[in-house]
């Protein structure tokens, strides 16, 4: 009789934009009577289905999808709270005697979720407010110069174009007194009682290039402008992650009369490509445990050849011994 694994079953889904993954989690949820949990920091915004590429409401409805569109664009989603809510919904499929799938693009979660979040205290929005007022007044190379007097090793992974990064680099070490690359040497908790088995798509990158050019062909068509319009007239802070959203920048553009269609679409591929490539480097360096590497795109023509792959490595090393 086959032992039962130690530990609880979860799958991980990782890799670039446009290399399938959601096809891929949708096929194996299929397959494995799983749950698909998001791992994407734009999907996770109600107003952004078409832009952040989310599955359709059919998709959604074929089998069990978790986190996607839960929150409004006027939050500021982090990763500690996504953390949360995924270990929620990972404890109530397995609760449920079902297959947890966590699935995205979004290198940060899946580290938090496996590594754990270094306890670096709430920033309090007066340092907040503060630190945005500093980034206005001496922009984010001078605030990177101000970064490296007081947290000199932080100041040195970070570019001075880094904006984000500074400001919250600033903000830390405004708020507690300490920098944060020595925050960030604190392990954080982490699941004891795991099983995972994680797979990455790696494709070519060519062939993640031709990807993504022919899926923005596909958001505008299914209604990018449309979307990208409706969420700049909630009037939100352009400050927010949901209005840095890949294609919200290029489709406004052309709605100002600033760009035609055609040429909008050019600049959102431009700058998909460039995200998928950051997103290939972070996973060939940053999940080179991965138990399987997939060299291809995970797409239609492909998926029966690719799960035929897929389910014995899941059925032998995640669900039975």
């Known amino acids: 009789m086959t032992a039962a694994p130690a530990g609880r079953p979860l799958l991980l889904i990782g890799g670039p934009t446009a290399s399938g993954k959601s096809a891929l989690a949708l096929g194996l949820a299929r397959a494995f009577d799983g749950v698909v949990i998001n791992a994407d920091s734009m999907q ?78 709430e920033i309090p929005p007066a340092v907040r407010a503060a630190a945005a007022r500093q980034l206005a007044a001496l922009g984010p190379a001078g605030l990177h110069a101000a970064l490296d007097l007081c947290d000199p090793e932080t100041a040195r992974r970070l570019k001075p174009s880094d904006k984000q990064r500074i400001v919250r680099a600033w903000e830390v070490v405004s708020a507690t007194g300490r920098g944060l690359a020595d925050w960030q040497r604190e392990p954080g908790e982490r699941p004891a009682d795991w099983r995972p088995l994680t797979l990455v798509l790696a494709p070519p990158r060519q062939d ?32 927010l992650p949901a209005m840095k959203a890949v294609g919200v920048r290029e489709f406004l553009a052309c709605a100002r009369g600033e760009s035609t269609l055609d040429e909008a679409i050019a600049a959102a591929q431009q700058t998909t490509r460039r995200y998928a490539k950051r997103q290939l480097t972070w996973f060939r360096h940053q999940m080179l445990k991965a138990n399987f590497i997939i060299d291809m795109i995970s797409n239609k023509q492909d998926s029966e050849r690719l799960l035929s792959k897929i389910y014995p490595i899941i059925r032998s090393s995640l669900l039975t011994r």
């Not at 996770?44 to 839960?70: F, T, W």
């Not at 979004?106 to 205290?121: E, H, K, N």
Request: aromatic share 6%; proline share 5%.
């Open 44 to 121: 996770v915004y109600a107003e952004l289905r078409v832009l952040s590429g989310r599955p359709d409401a059919a998709e959604e409805a074929a089998v069990a999808h978790r986190l996607y569109g839960v929150v409004s664009a006027s939050e500021r989603f982090t990763v500690g709270r996504w953390r949360e809510l995924a270990m929620s919904e990972i404890s109530a499929a397995h609760e449920a005697k079902r297959l947890p799938i966590v699935v995205g693009g979004t290198g940060l979660y899946f580290r938090a979720l496996l590594q754990g979040l270094s306890p670096i205290p």
């Open 208 to 239: 993640i290039y031709a990807a993504c050019d022919a899926r923005l062909k596909r958001m505008a068509a299914a209604g990018a402008l449309e979307e990208a319009l409706t969420l700049a007239g909630l009037g939100l802070d352009p400050g």
